[in-house]
């Protein structure tokens, strides 16, 4: 199977400070790679899709300059949370679709990240 | 731009005995696929069972089968002969056949799913 392994599993940061998740695909190469924030009790809600080599693709209300992506190569991809505060508090997960199913749809995730900022 | 709802925020079920978790979407597409994820306390999403919307036959996988109603815009699941383990949220996601950003996908809210002894 795919796997995607994403570290750390659990930060704690004090306010004011930046902190980078990183999302590798193990065992296989992807493009695109998504980035979803979780809140307690509620549903994914898809961040930004981080393309490979090029800039990434950020919804609609999320801060590209306060969420930092880079896709530095076909099994990396790194979230670096800038100037923390206490309201990004959240799980981060990652998700990868590998380039050799890319048109028969399933994704693989990441075991997710736990940001608390104090 | 699609929409997945989930009408139904818990669900509760004795072991063994069969439970059906209700999904509908909204896309103007017409190739697509749909999936029900897992999500355990472990946060971990693990993929139950997949669709591709131009298959008329019911996806199946074990204990999981899906009633998939392209018509309707419907996507349920029902686990049969449910087991402790299967005590978990249960989302329901929406996929665009093509690459790159299209390929996202789109999560309901969720149903959390008892199972009692």
């Known amino acids: 199977g795919a796997v995607v392994s994403q570290h750390p599993s659990r930060v704690i940061c004090k306010s004011g400070t930046s902190v980078k998740i990183e999302c590798r695909s193990l065992d296989f190469q992807a493009t695109t790679m998504f980035w979803y924030r979780q809140f307690p009790k509620q549903s994914l809600m898809l961040m930004a899709t981080?393309?490979?080599?090029?800039?990434?693709?950020?919804e609609q209300g999320v801060e590209k300059d306060k969420f930092l992506i880079n896709h530095a190569s076909l099994t990396l991809s790194t979230l670096t949370v800038t100037s923390a505060h206490p309201e990004d508090s959240s799980f981060y997960i990652c998700?990868?679709?590998?380039?050799?199913?890319?048109?028969?749809?399933?994704?693989?995730f990441g075991e997710g990240s736990r940001l608390t900022v104090l | 731009a699609q929409t997945v709802t989930q009408s139904q925020p818990e669900m509760s079920v004795q072991e063994a005995e069969t439970v059906t978790l209700s999904c509908t979407y909204d896309?103007?597409?017409?190739?697509?696929?749909l999936f029900w994820y897992k999500q355990p306390p472990s946060r971990q999403m693990i993929l139950v069972i997949r669709?591709?919307?131009?298959?008329?036959q019911n996806a199946t996988e074990n204990r999981f089968s899906v009633n998939f109603q392209k018509a309707a815009k419907s996507f349920s699941l029902k686990i049969s002969d449910s087991q402790l383990g299967d005590a978990a949220m249960y989302f329901c996601?929406?996929?665009?056949?093509?690459?790159?950003?299209?390929?996202?996908?789109?999560f309901g809210t969720g149903t959390r799913l008892q199972v009692t002894l």
């Open positions: 669709q591709e919307a131009y298959k008329q």
């Open positions: 998700s990868a679709r590998p380039n050799r199913d890319a048109n028969t749809g399933e994704l693989f």
């Open positions: 996601a929406y996929r665009s056949p093509y690459t790159g950003t299209a390929s996202k996908l789109t």
């Open positions: 896309t103007s597409e017409s190739d697509y696929y």
């Open positions: 981080s393309n490979e080599g090029s800039k990434a693709t950020y």
